[in-house]
């Protein structure tokens, strides 16, 4: 079965400019999370997203949105684009029909986002 | 403020040696514990999990300990590779929302190195 799957791996982008990066879940799962991860530092959650509906937002600015697809398959777009949003962009995807505690979250490999 | 403390920060060690990494949180309501392992450049992958009443679990060559009382675990690496040589993230989940919205909290990790 195939994991979590992210496209692009790699992106370079501009200041101002704006980006959408993708995210397939494992297949059965419906719930998908973001996170950004700058060089040196923990994952920091932007969103997540469950059965279509945003569930969770962390502390992240306007300029991130989301959403999910039927197919449950996500999008995060990031609108003007700083350099401070240069880092590895992480999806990750769990079955999570209710809260279930072991609940195991899967990562994709990421994107990395360079921002000039 | 939910927290989750690392240490130490990197760590270098010789190939066939044993070496402990700690964590340390303020996380609640508290749900479970992880540990990941990340491999530069990738998405992290899940190593352990650990709800309230598991003191001890084990995953090939890594064991983690959990103390729910003092807010503490631990991984323990027996014998390591060259290949352990990753960043090892410890992930704090509390649950918040219905319908899969628990919501984690990162460490920021510890960089082991393995050499020969």
């Known amino acids: 079965d195939a994991g979590v799957t992210q496209s692009p791996t790699h992106l370079i982008k501009t200041r101002g400019q704006h980006v959408t990066l993708r995210c397939s879940p494992i297949?059965?799962?419906?719930?998908v999370s973001w996170y950004q991860q700058v060089l040196g530092q923990g994952p920091q959650f932007i969103f997540q997203?469950?059965?279509?509906?945003?569930?969770g937002r962390g502390n992240f600015p306007d300029r991130f949105s989301a959403r999910q697809f039927p197919n449950y398959s996500s999008e995060l777009n990031v609108n003007a684009l700083l350099l401070g949003d240069s880092a590895l962009y992480l999806c990750?995807?769990?079955?999570?029909?209710?809260?279930?505690?072991?609940?195991?979250?899967?990562f994709g490999p990421g994107t990395r986002l360079t921002v000039l | 403020k939910n927290q989750v403390e690392q240490s130490p920060q990197s760590l270098i060690i010789l190939e066939g040696k044993n070496c402990t990494l700690q964590?340390?949180?303020?996380?609640?309501?508290?749900?479970?514990l992880r540990w990941y392992k990340q491999d530069t450049g990738r998405g992290p992958v899940s190593l352990t999990i650990?709800?309230?009443?598991?003191n001890t679990k084990s995953n090939g060559r890594y064991t983690a300990t959990l103390d729910a009382d003092t807010k503490q675990s631990s991984l323990h690496i027996t014998a390591s590779q060259l290949s352990d040589s990753a960043s090892y993230i410890c992930v704090v989940s509390s649950h918040g929302l219905t319908g899969g919205g628990n919501k984690l909290t990162f460490g920021t990790g510890t960089q082991l190195k393995v050499e020969l």
């Open positions: 297949s059965g799962h419906k719930s």
């Open positions: 650990m709800t309230f009443s598991e």
């Open positions: 964590c340390n949180y303020t996380v609640s309501p508290f749900s479970n």
């Open positions: 997203y469950y059965e279509k509906e945003e569930r």
């Open positions: 990750a995807s769990r079955r999570a029909r209710l809260a279930a505690v072991t609940d195991t979250q899967y």
